[in-house]
C-alpha cells in the first residue's frame, strides 16, 4: 500500500483589504497593517484605521489558547504613526490589556496620535468587534512619540557565549502556554553569556517583510531568546526607547540584555548593520485565567459621569494627585518610577484604604501612569482606582503629596465630570 507525506504549510491571504480611501475623505496609508489615516480638524492630531483578523499570520500567535495581537504589531503600529507625523521613536508605549482575536470575524482598530507638545506627541491604540458597532472600544495601549539618534550594537558575531540548543524550543515553549504557529517559529540559534542572550532569527518561507518597518512576527522572534531562560518568560507590558534604524529585515542578529525586570535589546542585519534598538523592555507573566477574563471585561467600559455622593458615614482613601513637570520624556519616566514605588509600598504595607491616582485629562506623563496603575487593579481588585478629571481644580498639587480625602454626604459635583477605574456596565 502506498504512503503519502503531508505538507502542513500555512496560507494566508492578505491582513488588511486595501480600497480607495480617499473617495471616503481619508489619506492611503501603504502599510499591510493600516488601512487609512485622516488628520482631525482643528489641529487635534491624527487617525489611523486598521481591521485585524485570525485570516492572517496573526493566527499563529497563540497564547494559552487565545489568539493575541502581539505587543510588537502595535509597537509597529505606534512606530508607522510616527513616521506619518514626522516623528521617528517610539518613548514609551504601555499595554493596559490583550487585544484577542475572535475566531470569526475581526476587530476594528484605531490609533489615534494627539497634539504635538515640545516636540513629543501621545498615542493611543483602541479596538471594538466589528460585528457589534454599539460595543464600547477597548483601550489597550498608551504611549508618547518622539525622536531620537542612539543606536544599540550587537557586537561581535557569533558571540563568545555558551550555546542553547533551541531544536525544541517551540515544543517546550508550547507546553507553557506559548503556542507559536509557523510565522513565529524564527528562532534559529541562541547563546547565553551572564545576563546577556544572543540569537538568530529569521522570518520563515511565506512571510513576507514587504511594506512593514519591522516585521511584527521577526520582532516577536527576536523575544522568543528569552523564553529560554527560565526567569525571562512572560509577555511584553512596556516598551521604551524603540528606534528603528533600518527596513526590510527578514533575518536578524538579537542581543537581549537583562537589567532587573526588563530587557535591552538591540537587533542587527545578518552584516550585523543596526536594524532596531529598544532602551527597555519590561516583560509580565500572564495566565490563562487573565486571558480568559478579557471577554468578561469587554462589557465594560470607562466613561465621563458626574457622581453623586450617598449620604452616610465618612469613606476615607489617601489620593496622589499627578502632576508633570518640566520636558515630556523626563516628567514621564519620573512619574511612572515614583507611582511604581507608591504601588509597591501599597502592596507590601497591606494598606486597609483605597489609593486613588488623580491625573489631567490630555496629560501625556499621567497616561503612562494610568497604563500602570490599571494593571495594578486586575492583580489587585478594590485596592486602587484612576481618577482622569477634565477639571484642573482637581489636580493642584504635584505628585507625591497625600492627603485623606473625606466624601461629604450630599456633595455633587457640580459641572465637574471625571473617568474613574472602576468599571461600570456599558
Same mark, same amino acid.
Given at each position: 500500500?502506498?504512503?503519502?507525506?503531508?505538507?502542513?504549510?500555512?496560507?494566508?491571504?492578505?491582513?488588511?483589504?486595501?480600497?480607495?480611501?480617499?473617495?471616503?475623505?481619508?489619506?492611503?496609508?501603504?502599510?499591510?497593517?493600516?488601512?487609512?489615516?485622516?488628520?482631525?480638524?482643528?489641529?487635534?492630531?491624527?487617525?489611523?484605521?486598521?481591521?485585524?483578523?485570525?485570516?492572517?499570520?496573526?493566527?499563529?500567535?497563540?497564547?494559552?489558547?487565545?489568539?493575541?495581537?502581539?505587543?510588537?504589531?502595535?509597537?509597529?503600529?505606534?512606530?508607522?504613526?510616527?513616521?506619518?507625523?514626522?516623528?521617528?521613536?517610539?518613548?514609551?508605549?504601555?499595554?493596559?490589556?490583550?487585544?484577542?482575536?475572535?475566531?470569526?470575524?475581526?476587530?476594528?482598530?484605531?490609533?489615534?496620535?494627539?497634539?504635538?507638545?515640545?516636540?513629543?506627541?501621545?498615542?493611543?491604540?483602541?479596538?471594538?468587534?466589528?460585528?457589534?458597532?454599539?460595543?464600547?472600544?477597548?483601550?489597550?495601549?498608551?504611549?508618547?512619540?518622539?525622536?531620537?539618534?542612539?543606536?544599540?550594537?550587537?557586537?561581535?558575531?557569533?558571540?563568545?557565549?555558551?550555546?542553547?540548543?533551541?531544536?525544541?524550543?517551540?515544543?517546550?515553549?508550547?507546553?507553557?502556554?506559548?503556542?507559536?504557529?509557523?510565522?513565529?517559529? @524564527?528562532?534559529?540559534? *541562541?547563546?547565553?553569556?551572564? =545576563? !546577556?542572550?544572543? #540569537?538568530? &532569527? +529569521?522570518?520563515?518561507?511565506?512571510?513576507?517583510?514587504?511594506?512593514?518597518?519591522?516585521?511584527?512576527?521577526?520582532?516577536?522572534?527576536?523575544?522568543?531568546?528569552?523564553?529560554?531562560?527560565?526567569?525571562?518568560?512572560?509577555?511584553?507590558?512596556?516598551?521604551?526607547?524603540?528606534?528603528?534604524?533600518?527596513?526590510?529585515?527578514?533575518?536578524?542578529?538579537?542581543?537581549?540584555?537583562?537589567? @532587573?525586570?526588563?530587557? *535591552?535589546?538591540?537587533?542587527? =542585519? !545578518?552584516?550585523? #548593520?543596526? &536594524? +532596531?534598538?529598544?532602551?527597555?523592555?519590561?516583560?509580565?507573566?500572564?495566565?490563562?485565567?487573565?486571558?480568559?477574563?478579557?471577554?468578561?471585561?469587554?462589557?465594560?467600559?470607562?466613561?465621563?459621569?458626574?457622581?453623586?455622593?450617598?449620604?452616610?458615614?465618612?469613606?476615607?482613601?489617601?489620593?496622589?494627585?499627578?502632576?508633570?513637570?518640566?520636558?515630556?520624556?523626563?516628567?514621564?519616566?519620573?512619574?511612572?518610577?515614583?507611582?511604581?514605588?507608591?504601588?509597591?509600598?501599597?502592596?507590601?504595607?497591606?494598606?486597609?484604604?483605597?489609593?486613588?491616582?488623580?491625573?489631567?485629562?490630555?496629560?501625556?506623563?499621567?497616561?503612562?501612569?494610568?497604563?500602570?496603575?490599571?494593571?495594578?487593579?486586575?492583580?489587585?481588585?478594590?485596592?486602587?482606582?484612576?481618577?482622569?478629571?477634565?477639571?484642573?481644580?482637581?489636580?493642584?498639587?504635584?505628585?507625591?503629596?497625600?492627603?485623606?480625602?473625606?466624601?461629604?454626604?450630599?456633595?455633587?459635583?457640580?459641572?465637574?465630570?471625571?473617568?474613574?477605574?472602576?468599571?461600570?456596565?456599558?
Amino acid at each position: 500500500m502506498p504512503t503519502y507525506a503531508f505538507d502542513h504549510q500555512s496560507f494566508w491571504p492578505e491582513t488588511t483589504a486595501k480600497s480607495d480611501v480617499r473617495s471616503a475623505g481619508l489619506g492611503a496609508v501603504e502599510h499591510p497593517l493600516l488601512g487609512a489615516a485622516v488628520e482631525l480638524a482643528g489641529g487635534a492630531g491624527y487617525l489611523f484605521t486598521a481591521r485585524l483578523s485570525r485570516r492572517s499570520w496573526l493566527a499563529d500567535h497563540r497564547v494559552h489558547g487565545a489568539v493575541l495581537v502581539p505587543g510588537a504589531a502595535l509597537v509597529e503600529l505606534a512606530l508607522r504613526a510616527a513616521d506619518e507625523v514626522g516623528l521617528d521613536r517610539l518613548d514609551e508605549l504601555t499595554l493596559a490589556a490583550p487585544l484577542v482575536l475572535p475566531e470569526s470575524g475581526g476587530v476594528q482598530v484605531q490609533v489615534i496620535v494627539g497634539v504635538e507638545e515640545n516636540g513629543h506627541r501621545s498615542i493611543t491604540i483602541y479596538s471594538r468587534s466589528e460585528t457589534a458597532v454599539d460595543e464600547p472600544w477597548t483601550e489597550h495601549a498608551t504611549g508618547v512619540l518622539g525622536s531620537g539618534t542612539v543606536v544599540a550594537e550587537v557586537g561581535e558575531w557569533p558571540p563568545q557565549a555558551e550555546a542553547i540548543d533551541v531544536t525544541d524550543a517551540y515544543e517546550r515553549f508550547a507546553e507553557n502556554g506559548f503556542e507559536y504557529g509557523p510565522a513565529f517559529q @524564527g528562532l534559529r540559534a *541562541a547563546w547565553r553569556s551572564g =545576563d !546577556t542572550v544572543f #540569537a538568530e &532569527v +529569521a522570518l520563515p518561507e511565506g512571510v513576507a517583510a514587504t511594506g512593514f518597518g519591522l516585521h511584527p512576527a521577526l520582532l516577536d522572534s527576536a523575544l522568543h531568546a528569552a523564553l529560554l531562560v527560565d526567569d525571562g518568560a512572560g509577555l511584553p507590558f512596556s516598551w521604551e526607547g524603540v528606534l528603528l534604524h533600518a527596513t526590510g529585515a527578514t533575518a536578524l542578529r538579537v542581543k537581549l540584555t537583562r537589567d @532587573g525586570n526588563s530587557f *535591552a535589546i538591540a537587533l542587527a =542585519d !545578518t552584516t550585523g #548593520a543596526p &536594524v +532596531a534598538s529598544v532602551d527597555a523592555l519590561v516583560v509580565r507573566a500572564v495566565s490563562a485565567e487573565q486571558l480568559s477574563s478579557v471577554d468578561r471585561d469587554s462589557l465594560f467600559q470607562l466613561d465621563w459621569v458626574d457622581v453623586d455622593v450617598p449620604a452616610g458615614p465618612a469613606t476615607n482613601v489617601v489620593v496622589e494627585h499627578v502632576v508633570a513637570e518640566g520636558e515630556v520624556v523626563e516628567a514621564t519616566h519620573t512619574l511612572v518610577a515614583q507611582a511604581l514605588a507608591r504601588l509597591q509600598e501599597w502592596i507590601a504595607g497591606e494598606r486597609p484604604e483605597k489609593l486613588v491616582f488623580v491625573t489631567g485629562k490630555g496629560c501625556l506623563a499621567g497616561a503612562a501612569v494610568r497604563g500602570l496603575v490599571r494593571s495594578a487593579q486586575t492583580e489587585h481588585p478594590g485596592r486602587f482606582a484612576i481618577i482622569d478629571t477634565d477639571s484642573g481644580d482637581l489636580v493642584p498639587r504635584a505628585f507625591g503629596h497625600r492627603r485623606a480625602r473625606t466624601d461629604h454626604p450630599g456633595r455633587r459635583g457640580e459641572g465637574r465630570a471625571a473617568r474613574t477605574g472602576d468599571h461600570r456596565p456599558a
